[in-house]
């Protein structure tokens, strides 16, 4: 059976949610539906058009959307901010989230500078809920230099330690709740091969149809482990070509 470019694109659509009759009204049920059905949605803190990409990616799809309707997904607690390939919306229940914190955790308790980044956290949880820009104070870097506490409140997001929340402005909003440093996997590296094979799952579930150096560049892959996992979902039929 030949497939044209027409069916493929049809078969793309279909998959991203837009081949549909009659939008659905935004709701954040349904929004959190949307999230069960493709994973994630990319972020972006910059306006295009009077809108962020996010806002665009969900005008697109639902009826009556408001610009930064997606925000109260956040205060319900059941989506988080996640760093995939680009800074993206996920259910917190994700495996993929989970597996991905787990394994943030344990390369975080390696790192020689982990006592300094847990007297960041504990001070995060005596101040409770917080406007990053009210709890890191110091401006006067170069822009896009990352200071000492900027940096310690990345790698304690990333290993699920800090959850962030946004304003109707996307300003960050910094919750330390979790005081469990004992959840690190006993093996990091099968841990991150899981990892690779959900994102690489993840991928073929938003397009379908792509090739293997369209997944590769998906996200920021290790070639020799990508290529491995790559391997094994073929084996086990996972994906095909």
């Known amino acids: 059976c030949m497939y044209t470019n027409g069916h493929v694109k049809q078969f793309q659509l279909v998959k991203q949610q837009l081949a549909v009759t009659e939008a659905k009204a935004f ?13 994630y949605i990319q972020l972006d803190s910059i306006n295009v058009t009077n809108a962020r990409s996010q806002d665009i990616f969900l005008w697109s799809r639902f009826k009556d959307y408001q610009n930064t309707g997606y925000v109260d997904a956040y205060t319900e607690g059941d989506a988080v901010e ?29 790192d020689v500078n982990y006592p300094d980044y847990i007297k960041i956290y ?32 990345d790698k304690l997001w990333r290993a699920g330690l800090i959850d962030i929340q946004r304003d109707r402005s996307f300003r960050k909003i910094l919750i330390a709740a979790k005081d469990d440093f004992d959840d690190s996997p006993a ?53 095909t070509n």
Do not use: C
């Open 27 to 39: 709701s954040q049920p349904a929004l959190f539906t949307l999230l069960r059905k493709i994973g």
């Open 82 to 110: 996640v760093y995939l390939n680009a800074l993206s919306l996920m259910l917190k229940d994700s495996q993929l989230v989970q597996n991905l914190r787990r394994m943030n955790l344990a390369t975080l308790q390696n």
């Open 122 to 153: 504990r001070q995060l949880i005596q101040v409770g809920r917080v406007y990053k820009k009210d709890f890191v104070t110091n401006h006067n870097l170069p822009q896009w230099e990352m200071s000492k506490e900027d940096n310690a409140i």
């Open 187 to 239: 093996d990091v590296n099968e841990l991150e091969k899981q990892v690779y094979a959900d994102l690489i799952l993840l991928t073929f579930n938003n397009l379908g149809i792509a090739t293997k150096k369209d997944v590769f560049n998906g996200a920021h892959f290790r070639k020799r482990l990508f290529d491995s996992v790559f391997d094994e979902l073929l084996k086990e039929k996972q994906i």
